[in-house]
C-alpha cells in the first residue's frame, strides 16, 4: 500500500551547465520541394540538457498519472542556487499541467548565474524533506487505524537528473542524502505532520551531451544501508535519455507493455484505402498474468521499437467489435498510456475508444487457434485494458434455471420486477449525502428496497391490485418515505374510482387459475380486490400519519365485509335504503369527486381493455424476450382439486373456493 | 475447483485390515468406500463438481478423464503411506528434488492454484513409525503448504475411514448455503462454487474476508453502465428448497431419484425470487449490486449458457469502497429518485454513469511530446500549413502556434521560438502578391510575439498568457486597420 513507489521526488538539476546543448540536431526547416527554390533552411534547433530533463521527466509523470491518477504521487523539485518546490503531495497537484505551468515559471538555467553557488545537493535536501511529509493517503489510513497506525510504512524515491562531474562527486550526493535522512528522521520522529523515512530510493541519472565521454560510470542498486539504496544511471541526453526514464517507469510502476497489430486507419490521402498500424501502450504487468502463468507469453520480436529494452506482448485487433451491453466475464482492468501519445495511430485509437467504441484483441497462437484475450475499452474518458477469461470455465453447462425451485412456475410478474428494478436503480451521491437520519445513500437504497417489497406478490395470479392500471397511483406513492397532501389526494382519489368501478360492477382481473370456470361472482372479486388493497396499504401504515389517511379512506370506502354481505341478500329491501341513507350521509364528502371521477372515466374505459390482457401471462421467467409466450402449462388439469388453495389469495376464504368448484 | 482424485492401488493397499468380526477387508476396500461417500456428497451437495479419477502404483492411469481445462485444482491422493523403494519412490524423488533438470521437474508445486489433501488409509502412529509422513508432509509443504495430511483415527475399519471422509467434506466440499435478499423478498441459495476466502496483498493489515451468508441486494444498475467490470470470481446461485426442519430438500433439478421427484417438482412450482429477479435481470438487461459483507460487492446477472439455458450468476468484486472507477465510492450509490433531477433522464436517454475523473488522462488532452523529432516537425508544420491559408485559418493558426510555445515556454526551449518566428517572418516574405493583405500582418505579429516570449520577460512569457490575433479591419469597407 505504502510501497516506495507512493512517493516519488524529482529532483532536476537547474545550474549553469544544464544549459549547454544535448548536440543531437532537430531540423524543423521541412521545405516542400515547390517552395525550396531559392530559399536558405533555417539552421536547426538543438535542445539544452535542461530541456532533455524536463521533458523525459514529464513524459515519466504524464506515464505515471495516465495508469495510477491517484496513490502515485509526484512530488517535482528544482534546484540551482536556491529549491523551487513546483508542487505538493496533494492529490489535486498531481497532473503535468500545473507542473508544466510551474517550470515555465522557472524556465531554462541562467548560464550566467554564479555556478559556485549553484547545486543539486539543496534539491537533494529538499527531497528528503519533503518525503518525511505525510501525504493525504498516509493520514487517512493513519487515522482510521489509529492505535496500529504504525503499521503505515513511509518509503518513497528519489529520481535526480543531474550532470555529475564525476564518480566521486556521484558518492559525494549519496552521502549527503544518507546524512539527511539520518537527521530528518530524528527530526519526523517528533513530530505529527511528518514521518520517518523507513526506505528510500536513489536513482541518479547523470545526463551529459552527445559526442562526450561520460565522466560517470553506470551502477547497478546497492545497499548504502538499511534506509537507503541508490543506482546511477550515465545516459546520453535526448532519446537515449527518454528511452532510458521509459525503462525506468516501467520499472517502478511495475507496468508491462502490449503492442496492437492489425488496427485499421484510413489513409489521410487516400480516405478509400485502409492500412494497417500499430501502437504501442503501457499498463499494469498484471494485465499479462494469464500469459506469463501459461508460459504463453508471445514475444513479437524480443524488443519492442519504441521503448528501448523492454519486451511488448503482441495482440491483434479483432473485428467484428463488440457492443457495450454485452457482459464478458473480465477479470481484470487496467488503465493504460500509449508510448506515443501524440503519433497519429496512436491518437486515431484512443479516440475511436473514447467515442465509446470497444475492441476486442486477439492473442496470436502458434498453433493458430484464435484465443480473444483482451478488450479496450473507455469508461468516463478513462482507457482500460480489460483482461477476458480465456481458460475454460468450471461453470461449464450448468443446469438451466428452469429447471430448478420455482422454474416450473411461469406467470413471474417479470415486467413488474423489471419496473422495480428501474425504480430502483443506483445513482452516485457527492460525498457529503447523508441524509438526516445519518443514512449513507447506499443505507437509503437498501431501505428503499425494503419499503417497495413489503407487499410484492411474485405472480400475476397471486395479485389482483397489480394488475389494475387504475390501482397504478396508489401502488407507486404508498411504497415512499414521505407523502405530500397532494399525494395522499391522488390515493384517495384512486380509492374514489375503485368505488366508482365496483359500482358500474366493471369486471376485475382475477385470476382464474386453479378453478374451473370463470371464476367468483363479481362481488366476490371486489371483495378480494379490496381486501388485497388493504393488505398493501396496511404493510405502510406505521410511515407516517398520510400513510394512515389513506388506510382510513380505503375503510370508510370499501365495499361491506362478508357477514353484511350475507345480511343484505337476504333482504335486499332494506338494502336499497341503507344504501341511500349512506350516500345522503357521504353526499356533502363526496361531492367534489364526482366530476374527478366523470373525468376518470375515459381513462378507465382504456383500463377495461388492459384488464383483459391482465388475465393473460404476461412473461414466462424462461423466455429470452417478453414477447415469446410460452402456453401456461396446463395446472388445472395436473393438480388435484384441494391445491387450488395454494392460490393463497390474501382474502380466499373457504366459500370463495367452495363456491368455485361448483360452478 | 475441479477436483482430482489419485487412488494409490500399489500392492501395499491389498493388505488386510485386522477387524474383529466376520468380515475381512482390504485397505483399498476402505479408501473405496470413503470416496464412494466423498463422490456420493458431492452428487447430492455439490453436484457441480468437475471430477477425475487417477489410479497409480508405479505406473498410473487415468479412469475418468477431466472433460474441460482448469484453472485451478483441488488433488484427493488416497494412499496407506506405504511409500515404496528405490528408483521412482516418493522417498527417492524427494531426496533429489534439487536435482532434477528442468524438463525433468518433481509436479509439485502445481503450475496453478491448487489444494492437496493426502487421505491415509493408515493411522498417524503406523506413519510416523517410519518417515512416510515426514515424506508427505513435505509433499504439502512443496505445494506451498496449501493442502492437508488426513490420517485415520483408532482401529482401520468403516467407521473410522468414514469420519476421515467426513472431514475432508467438512474442510473442501461443504456447500455454500445463503439467503438472496431484495429487500422482504428472499430465497435460500446454494452458490457454486463455494466462494473461498480473499485476502487483498494490499492493505496494511491483510485479513481473509468471507463472503457473508446473507446477500442483500442494494439496487440495480444497467449492463452498459456496470461495462464489462473486472471480478475475482464468479459463482452459479442456485435457488434451493429448505424445508421446515431446515434440511435441504435439494437444487430441485430433475434427474433424481424417484423417492425426490415429487418433492422436487413440488419445489419447482412453488413461486421462487431467484426465478423472478433472474428473467428481469435478463429482460432488462441488467444487473442487481449486491453485497457480500463490510465494504465488499458483487453482482447478479442472468448468465446465458445456450440459447436455451441461462443461469442466476454471481460475479464478486474486489473487496473494498471503489472496486471500479466508473462507478465511484459505492456507499456514496443510493436510489435515483433521491435525486433532485430524474439522473437517467424522463425517458431513459440518460444516464449518471461512467463517473468522469477530475483531470483528463493524456490521450484526451492533446498534451505537446516532443522526444521524438518528428513530434516536433510535425507540430511545426502545423503551424506553418495553417500560416498559408490565412486568414480563413486564423483560429486554428492561433491555437496551435499557442500550443507550441506553451510547451517551448515549460521545456525551458526559447530557441525553439526563435526559430519558429524566424519561420513565420519567412513565410510573411514568401506570400504572393494575391495573398490577403492580412496574412501579412498576422504573421509578423505571431513572430514578434514568440520573440518577445524567447526573452523570457515575465510580461510576455507567462505560461497562461495567448497570442491572441492582430485585430485589423479589412472587412470593415474604409482599408483603415488598426495596429
Known sequence: MFSVSHKTAFVVDHCPYMAESCRQLIECDMLTKSRSQGVIPLAPVSKSLWTCAIECSMEYCRILFDVYPTWKLVNYIVSDSEVHILNSWKQEDQNTHELMAALAAVGPPNPRQDPECCSVLHGLVAAVESLCKITEYQHESRTTLMDTADRVANRGRIICLTNAKSDTHVRMLEDCVLETIQEQNKRAAGSDRLMPIQQCELVLVHIYPQGEETLVSDRQKKELSSMLSSEVHSVRAGRYLASKLNVLVQQHFDLASTTITNIPMKEEQHANTSANYDVELLHHRDAHMEFIKSGDLHMAGSTSRDSGLKETVTLKWCTPRTNSVELHYCTGAYRISPVDVNSRPSSCLTNFLLNGRSVLLEQPRKSGSKVISHMLSSHGGEIFLHVLNSTRSTLEDPPSISEGCGGRVTDYRITDFGEFMRENRLTPFPDSMIDAAGRTPVERAKSQLERYTRYWPMIISQTTIFNMQAVVPLANLIVKDTLTDEDVLTCQKTVYNLVDMERKSDPLPISTVGSRGKGPKRDEQYRIMWNELETLVKAHVGTSERHQRVLECISACRSKPPEEEERKKRGRKREDKEDKTEKNGKDTEEKGWTTDSERLKGVMEREKDEQSECEIIKDSPDSPEPLNKKPRLATEEQQPPEKSKGLALPSASEGVVERNHHI | ?483
Not at chain 2, 286 to 297: E, H, R, S
Not at chain 2, 411 to 421: H, Q, T
Open chain 2, 1 to 483: 475447483m475441479p477436483t482430482a482424485v489419485l487412488l494409490d492401488s500399489s500392492l501395499s493397499m491389498t493388505r488386510p485390515v485386522s477387524v474383529e468380526g466376520s468380515e475381512e477387508f482390504q485397505r483399498k476396500n476402505l479408501a473405496v468406500h470413503g470416496l464412494t461417500m466423498l463422490f456420493e456428497h458431492m452428487a447430492t451437495n455439490y453436484r457441480l463438481e468437475f471430477t477425475s479419477l487417477v489410479s497409480f502404483s508405479s505406473l498410473w492411469e487415468v479412469l475418468v478423464p477431466f472433460t474441460r481445462d482448469y484453472n485451478t485444482l483441488q488433488v484427493v491422493l488416497v494412499t496407506d503411506g506405504a511409500l515404496g523403494i528405490g528408483r521412482g519412490s516418493l522417498r527417492h524423488s524427494l531426496q533429489t528434488v534439487k536435482q532434477r533438470v528442468e524438463d525433468k521437474k518433481f509436479p509439485l508445486p502445481f503450475p496453478f492454484p491448487s489444494k492437496l489433501y493426502v487421505m491415509c488409509i493408515a493411522n498417524a502412529e503406523e506413519l510416523q513409525a517410519t518417515d512416510s509422513m515426514d515424506n508427505l508432509e513435505q509433499l504439502i509443504n512443496l505445494n506451498g503448504g496449501e493442502g492437508q495430511i488426513y490420517t485415520m483415527e483408532g482401529p482401520l475399519c468403516l467407521k473410522s475411514v468414514q469420519s476421515m471422509f467426513g472431514k475432508l467434506i467438512d474442510q473442501a466440499y461443504s456447500p455454500f448455503h445463503a439467503v438472496l435478499r431484495c429487500g422482504n423478498l428472499t430465497s435460500d441459495v446454494q452458490v457454486f462454487p463455494r466462494p473461498e476466502p480473499v485476502t487483498i496483498d494490499e492493505e496494511v493489515d491483510p485479513m481473509p474476508r468471507t463472503v457473508q451468508t446473507d446477500l442483500e441486494i442494494v439496487g440495480f444498475i444497467e449492463i452498459g453502465d456496470i461495462s464489462s467490470p473486472p471480478v475475482l470470481s464468479r459463482h452459479l446461485v442456485l435457488p434451493i428448497a429448505v424445508n421446515k426442519e431446515g434440511d435441504e430438500i435439494g437444487t430441485g433439478a430433475t434427474d433424481d431419484t424417484e423417492e425426490e421427484t415429487s418433492t422436487n417438482q413440488m419445489a419447482g412450482k412453488s413461486p421462487n425470487f431467484c426465478v423472478l429477479l433472474h428473467g428481469s435481470l435478463k429482460v432488462e438487461g441488467m444487473v442487481a449490486l449486491v453485497q457480500l459483507g463490510p465494504d465488499w460487492f458483487g453482482m447478479l446477472y442472468s448468465q446465458a449458457d445456450s440459447k436455451k439455458k441461462s443461469n442466476l450468476m454471481m460475479s464478486l468484486f474486489e473487496p473494498g469502497s471503489e472496486p471500479l472507477p466508473w462507478l465511484g465510492r459505492i456507499s456514496q450509490l443510493g436510489p435515483a429518485s433521491d435525486a433532485a433531477e430524474n439522473p437517467y433522464g424522463e425517458d431513459d436517454s440518460k444516464s449518471p454513469f461512467p463517473i468522469q475523473p477530475k483531470h483528463k488522462r493524456s490521450y484526451a488532452q492533446n498534451v505537446t511530446v516532443w522526444i521524438k523529432a518528428s513530434g516536433l516537425q510535425t507540430d511545426v508544420q502545423k503551424i506553418l500549413r495553417n500560416a498559408r491559408k490565412l486568414p480563413e485559418k486564423t483560429q486554428t493558426f492561433y491555437k496551435e502556434l499557442n500550443r507550441l510555445r506553451k510547451a517551448a515556454l515549460a521545456f525551458g526551449f526559447w530557441e525553439l521560438l526563435k526559430s519558429m518566428a524566424e519561420l513565420l517572418e519567412r513565410e510573411c516574405t514568401l506570400l504572393s502578391d494575391s495573398a490577403h493583405p492580412d496574412a501579412a500582418f498576422q504573421l509578423s505579429h505571431a513572430a514578434q510575439q514568440l520573440k518577445l516570449a524567447s526573452s523570457g520577460d515575465s510580461k510576455y512569457a507567462a505560461y497562461e498568457h495567448n497570442i491572441t490575433p492582430m485585430l485589423t479591419d479589412f472587412s470593415g469597407g474604409g482599408g483603415a486597420h488598426r495596429i
